[in-house]
């Protein structure tokens, strides 16, 4: 969600409603427990607490006006409601909790189920699982002096007669919330603290915290936690020592210290904390006060918690809700609208809720702006209640906010990750297994948990109610897992189905026990593909050392197209695109690092410049093409330059074409230039030599993305628009060798060869998914290899090492550089490089100017808004010393010419001429010596002691042998009467 550094939505402005729109003269009951927003929204109501605290009001989201008593009233038999939910996956699903621990839900404002859940202990807060329908997270303090807190959950699908997990902590539990993947439950504490809990480990955690943040907040006073969406991260509030109002960022990985604080205003009430993942903003309620503040919540930001923007009302606020994506005027440029609860409307009697529209300002609104509005999660459940417990992976059901497709992408959604209701189901056998959601691999933070027996799931009616865990056992903290089938959207909780018109049933004891199966929980687990053919999976990407950037670049262009790079480099110098009149390019010398002169000697070609090239072959020629049709080759001196220094003009080429949009030199013939133009309303690949125009290449009226030379110079491969192809063509002789489907979206791609059989394109798919695509170039019906990397704006540049394999990739306008690895037609994923700033470009140098004695396979330059960057990638291995030429195999001298361009232009192929990168002096290590055997120090001390004992045993023994020896000797000579000296 950012460009350049800037966060997208920065300028979206909050504007309060007009007053017909209000939901006004309500009379409503703001009593609520700190975990409470004090206001739930779905596709149809909004839901505030009735003036007696023992209803819900369920406000017709489509009559805003003044309402008085003209809503419908939940019926209830609760006590004082304390706080209460909608479901993510259901469009008219709402539970509340009351003081008394029960907890009751209501399907289209029908109630359906009863919970007792806490044994007559005040529920202080209820929330529904993100990804499995029916699976309820409550938690309850104890009234009694040892201030225990219990947290449970519940799995209202089945029959179960207790929560299938439940954990005791310490203190005074004020909030929960469970990660937007269910893996984790959080809960913020009277004690400043924020708890991790894993629910599906409950053995490897004893049932205890897994994790706990550092204490930022003062002791005893309120808190409050909610997660950003599926990553990660956290988002608390609480209270200073001094009762500031406080905000943190953390990272679940590190929570020794937050990412990022915000302080406010003194109060006695924690911020509510509200959090759009589409957007990553997140919204601040001021309870109490009466300012409703936004903040950029991107844990990636250069300044997370920066704030965006507030709006300031006349009355208190005391609840606040976002509206569903899904309901959002998007034509319209709202990417949001907070409703606020505040106590006294101003006009007339009674409270209100008001809607705050955030719109973002665009010059035209006639368009949808997919860039302004990603995905969104739909109102589906993700995955079932045995894949949840068995932590298999899934996919979290998305739909296009396009008017356009909205339809057919809910149709779509709605046929994969629906079933028949509950009711009309009849238990999955053994030959037909339960279907489970495919997806992309999604490692799980924690180790699979074997399932426990667990009762057969029945019906649950409206008059169903669950007694509390029996207190006669103990608790284990393990989950007891229930086993649910997926659920139809129309039957989100599948007792929906069987709905009846009779009141609710009081809150009673347990039923009579069900019988016991054994579960049929899946064992499968996602395992990550075995890398075991990727040579390069322990690649590491460095930055060099700051003295070796190209610092204080004044004027960096950063409106230059993505679909361009601004950034291009030679062996001796680097051009950088900069702002200015008549299209400025500044030449910086690559010998030169460190802090850049603050006017940089600039190349001005006369108009805005679109594309920039050095000449593969002489790496003192830079061509420029601008909008005014016209490639010009600058000659760059050698010498010392200064802002003064005049280019000579090595060649000007006036194009016979409207607009250039793209050149490339030819990678092998001298002065061979191809250029991507747009004449009238067609579009081709113009190859030139000189100021000659020899071939027109794939003129069409599709439009092209962008083309790129094969690695041998033969074939020219383009992206077409409106038709969404992959063409090859063969440029002398104008053929198509070979077409198929390029990207599922319009939007731009970028081509390069991975070698002469292999094409890498990289653009986007359905919904702004970022992907990366290996095609065959004989055979381009399919892609070989398909990757979706992630959702996002920014454009994915490749680069590409051809003699390793590996693809690189720029992500505009992110800190990260991704790579993958081609082995044997699959990706592999390799790790990523994250740098301190956003790119703006990225370029690479030959092979041969990579540091190959220190195991460099690569070295880039990386271009922000102030610097360029000097960046290298590296093998570690074991044996530095030797020239590793198992890494390094000769290398074609891509700076030498291979063909003549007039032979080139008649037929003649390249013939490229091989280098070795070998450095001078370096033995290659498949001519090193065997490395000798190293054994551990212990071990060799342990051979000592033992060699030395049995030199002192061996001693002992041979002092014995003579000894005996000796003594035979002399008795048999006294035997004999001769030779003894005792004969008298």
């Known amino acids: 969600m950012r460009i350049g550094g800037f966060n997208r939505y920065r300028n979206a402005v909050g504007t309060v409603a007009r007053r017909e729109a209000w939901y006004s003269e309500l009379t409503l009951n703001t009593a609520n427990s700190i975990a409470s927003d004090g206001l739930a929204i779905d596709d149809k109501y909004l839901y505030v607490k009735a003036a007696n605290g023992h209803a819900l009001q369920a406000i017709d989201k489509g009559s805003p006006g003044k309402l008085g008593t003209q809503t419908e009233i939940l019926a209830s038999s609760m006590e004082q409601i304390v706080d209460w939910t909608t479901a993510p996956y259901d469009n008219s699903l709402v539970a509340a909790c009351d003081s008394k621990g029960a907890v009751e839900l209501w399907n289209d404002c029908k109630p359906v189920v009863a919970i007792n859940a806490h044994e007559m202990a005040a529920c202080n807060s209820v929330r529904f699982h993100p990804t499995v329908a029916g699976v309820l997270a409550t938690t309850s303090n104890s009234s009694s002096s040892a201030k225990n807190s219990s947290l449970r959950l519940w799995n209202i699908s089945s029959s179960a007669n207790s929560a299938f997990w439940d954990c005791a902590v310490d203190g005074i539990v004020d909030s929960i919330a469970i990660r937007g993947d269910g893996q984790l439950l959080s809960a913020s504490t009277h004690d400043g603290l924020i708890l991790l809990f894993d629910p599906r480990n409950g053995s490897a955690s004893g049932g205890s915290a897994i994790a706990k943040t550092a204490s930022v907040y003062a002791a005893g006073r309120p808190t409050r936690c909610i997660w950003l969406g599926d990553k990660p991260y956290l988002l608390s509030t609480g209270l200073s020592r001094m009762r500031e109002r406080s905000a943190a960022l953390w990272d679940q990985r590190n929570l020794a210290k937050p990412l990022a604080s915000l302080k406010l205003q003194q109060s006695t009430k924690p911020l509510i904390p509200l959090f759009d993942e589409d957007t990553q903003i997140a919204y601040l309620g001021e309870k109490g006060d009466n300012t409703m503040r936004w903040v950029d919540a991107d844990p990636s930001s250069a300044n997370p918690l920066a704030e965006l923007g507030s709006v300031v009302l006349q009355s208190q606020i005391s609840g606040c809700a976002l509206m569903p994506k899904r309901s959002l005027r998007v034509m319209s440029g709202e990417i949001a609208r907070v409703h606020v609860v505040v106590e006294n409307s101003g006009a007339g009697t009674g409270s209100a809720v008001i809607p705050i529209s955030h719109v973002v300002p665009r010059r035209s609104y006639l368009d949808f702006h997919a860039d302004l509005f990603p995905d969104t999660r739909a109102p589906f459940p993700a995955q079932s209640f045995e894949q949840w417990v068995a932590q298999e992976p899934f996919t979290i059901p998305k739909v296009s906010l396009d008017p356009s497709l909205a339809a057919a992408s809910m149709e779509n959604v709605r046929r994969r990750f629906s079933t028949p209701a509950l009711s009309q189901q009849s238990e999955p056998s053994a030959a037909e297994p339960a279907e489970s959601v495919k997806s992309a691999p999604k490692q799980p933070d924690a180790p699979m948990q074997k399932a426990m027996p667990t009762p057969e799931p029945t019906p649950i009616t409206a008059a169903a109610v669950v007694s509390p865990q029996d207190t006669s056992k103990p608790a284990t903290g393990a989950a007891t897992h229930t086993k649910t089938p997926e659920l139809a959207k129309e039957a989100t909780v599948p007792a929906v189905s069987a709905v009846s018109s009779a009141p609710v049933a009081p809150l009673m004891v347990s039923p009579a026990p069900q019988t016991v199966k054994s579960p049929t929980v899946s064992k499968k687990q996602w395992r990550p593909a075995k890398q075991d053919n990727a040579r390069f999976k322990y690649i590491e990407g460095f930055l060099y050392r700051p003295s070796l950037h190209y610092t204080n670049i004044k004027n960096v262009n950063l409106r230059f197209s993505q679909e361009n790079d601004p950034l291009r480099v030679s062996s001796k110098f680097i051009a950088v695109a900069c702002e200015g009149a008549g299209g400025q390019v500044g030449i910086i010398r690559r010998d030169s690092p460190g802090r850049v002169p603050t006017k940089l000697p600039t190349i001005v070609h006369g108009s805005s410049v679109v594309s920039i090239e050095f000449d593969p072959f002489d790496p003192n020629v830079v061509a420029t093409a601008g909008v005014d049709g016209k490639l010009q080759m600058w000659r760059i001196p050698d010498a010392p330059m200064s802002e003064d220094t005049v280019f000579e003009l090595a060649e000007y080429i006036c194009i016979t074409a409207d607009r250039i949009h793209q050149i490339q030199f030819h990678p092998w013939a001298p002065g061979v230039v191809a250029v991507l133009v747009s004449d009238a309303d067609e579009q081709a690949v113009y190859v030139y030599h000189g100021l000659m125009l020899h071939f027109i290449v794939g003129k069409t009226k599709d439009g092209i993305h962008s083309f790129a030379w094969s690695p041998d110079g033969e074939c020219i491969v383009l992206a077409t628009k409106t038709s969404r192809q992959l063409r090859i063509y063969s440029p002398r002789t104008q053929d198509l060798m070979a077409k198929g489907p390029s990207m599922d979206s319009i939007r731009p791609c970028r081509i390069a060869w991975v070698n002469n059989s292999r094409i890498c394109l990289s653009g986007f798919g359905h919904g702004s998914q970022r992907q990366i695509a290996i095609y065959d170039s004989e055979d381009l019906s399919r892609p070989l290899a398909k990757s979706t990397i992630d959702v996002g704006p920014g454009l994915l540049v490749p680069l590409v090492d051809a003699d390793c394999g590996i693809v690189y990739l720029d992500d505009r306008g992110s800190r990260l550089i991704h790579a993958f690895e081609l082995v044997d037609d699959s990706l592999f994923a390799l790790p990523k490089l994250e740098c ?84 001078q002096g370096m033995v290659p290590l498949s001519q090193a010596p065997p490395e000798a055997i190293r054994r551990p120090t212990f071990q060799i001390e342990a051979e000592k002691s033992q060699d030395n004992t049995k030199d002192a045993i061996s001693a002992m023994l041979s002092r014995v042998d003579i000894s005996d020896e000796e003594r035979f000797t002399r008795s048999d000579v006294d035997s004999n009467g001769s030779g003894s000296d005792w004969d008298d």
């Open 836 to 919: 301190s700033e956003p790119s703006l470009g990225l370029a690479m140098l030959p092979k041969k100017y990579a540091n190959v004695a220190k195991c460099e396979v690569s070295l880039f330059y990386r271009l922000n808004s102030q610097s360029v960057e000097s960046i290298g990638f590296r093998v570690p291995r074991k044996r530095p010393e030797y020239f590793q030429d198992d890494l390094f195999p000769d290398t074609q001298d891509v700076e030498t010419p291979a063909v003549h361009s007039a032979a080139w232009i008649s037929g003649t192929m390249a013939s490229p001429h091989l280098i070795s990168l070998c450095p």
